[in-house]
Every structure is written in C-alpha cells, then in structure tokens.
C-alpha cells in the first residue's frame, strides 16, 4: 500500500495562475481530508468530503474548490493564486466511519505563491 | 476554534517519561480523544486513542481523567526522533477534524 500520495511535492506559483492538487489513498477510505499549515501554527481545515461526489466546507475554504470525482482521489483547486495561500498543503483520509478510526495523512505540497 | 487546549512547548531529558497534557473541559459523552504527532518537515501521524480508559499501545499511553475533562499522554522514554509537534483532537459525530496548535516537545540530549 502507498498509502495517502500527493502531487506535486513543491511548486511555485506567481498570483493569479491556477493550478490543481491531488491527492490519492489506496487504502478504500471513504473520507478525504484537505489541511493547509502556514508557519508555525496547526493545521486548519480547508474542506474535506465523506463520500464520492460529496464535498463540504472546513474552517478556510476561501479561494479554494474541490473535487471528488473518484473515491480515490481528492483534488483541491486554486483558481487565482494569491500569496495568502503560500503554506504547506496536506491531504488526509480515513475510513467509512469517521471516528474513531485514525486520520492517515499525505507528505504534504509546499506551496509558494509570489 | 479548537475544542482542546495544550501548552505551546515542552522540554524533557532523553530517556526520561513525557507528560503532555491536554484540557478538554467542553468533551461530550461520545468523543474521543485522538493524539497525533507531527515530525519535522512531515506530515501528522496517529499517536494513540481513548475513550474512558486509560489505555496503551507500542508508541504511548493516554491517561484520561475520570470526568475526561483533561487527558494525559505519556512517552515512556523519550528518544530523540520524539522531538514533534503533538497534537490532542476531540472526535466525534461531526465529520470535521479540527487540530489545533499542538505541543512542541523538545528533547534535550
């Protein structure tokens, strides 16, 4: 198993170009899980989804879609990258039940936005 | 907001127990309390879970008061590669997992 993958493990953006990040689980999970983490500071919910073809809001989702299109893969779109959004992006899934079964989490993208 | 509270940063002596606590005070009868942690330049990692019980596994032990309103997890003998950003999660019937900002364990050789 791979386990949760993400692609691109880096990228570097100037404002205003949009770009699509993917994450991938092999391990049947039916919940995915987007973070970002700037600086310092714990990881906050972007959006996250229980289901394929379910998306839901988290705690930022502000300049920020997803798509879940396949129960595999959990996509999280930038449409007008800004520099607010230059953080460490990680992707999260865990089982059908959504507790209390642990969290696997990605190796995360860092993005830089100029 | 994150329902925990946890001290921004600890230090402890290598080969010596870690407690890190956590405050709870708002948990309902159906959450439970996840710890995970984080490694430099890494993504989060499953720590350990409970309920009610204290309980233990190969990483930790959670040690969770009796009015669960503060629980307590415990490296045995804290190594080097413990040094991490450890996270205490309440979970529940709500699909969102919130972190919040964690402890910052330093481990001093």
């Known amino acids: 198993n791979a386990g949760v993958t993400q692609t691109p493990k880096f990228r570097v953006l100037k404002t205003g170009q949009s770009m699509t990040l993917l994450c991938a689980q092999d391990?049947?999970?039916?919940?995915m899980y987007w973070y970002r983490q700037d600086p310092g500071m714990g990881l906050r919910l972007i959006h996250y989804?229980?289901?394929?073809?379910?998306?839901a809001k988290g705690e930022v989702p502000d300049g920020y879609n997803v798509s879940r299109l396949k129960k595999q893969n959990f996509l999280l779109g930038l449409e007008s990258a800004a520099p607010s959004q230059t953080s460490v992006y990680f992707c999260?899934?865990?089982?059908?039940?959504?507790?209390?079964?642990?969290?696997?989490f990605g190796p995360g993208t860092r993005l830089t936005v100029t | 907001d994150a329902k925990t509270t946890q001290p921004n940063s600890m230090e402890s002596n290598e080969e010596e127990p870690v407690h890190l606590p956590c405050n709870h005070s708002?948990?309902?009868?159906?959450?439970?309390i996840h710890w995970y942690r984080q490694l430099p330049s890494q993504g989060p990692e499953y720590v350990i879970h409970?309920?009610?019980s204290n309980v233990n596994n190969r990483m930790a032990s959670l040690a969770i008061a009796e009015d669960r309103k503060s629980s307590t997890l415990i490296l045995h003998r804290a190594t080097l590669r413990d040094a991490a950003v450890y996270y205490c999660?309440?979970?529940?019937?709500?699909?969102?997992?919130?972190f919040g900002k964690g402890t910052r364990l330093h481990i001093l050789p």
């Open positions: 409970g309920l009610t």
């Open positions: 989804s229980v289901g394929e073809g379910t998306t």
């Open positions: 708002t948990i309902s009868g159906t959450d439970y």
């Open positions: 999260a899934s865990t089982e059908a039940q959504a507790y209390p079964y642990e969290q696997y």
């Open positions: 999660i309440l979970r529940g019937g709500d699909d969102k997992i919130i």
């Open positions: 391990m049947n999970h039916e919940y």
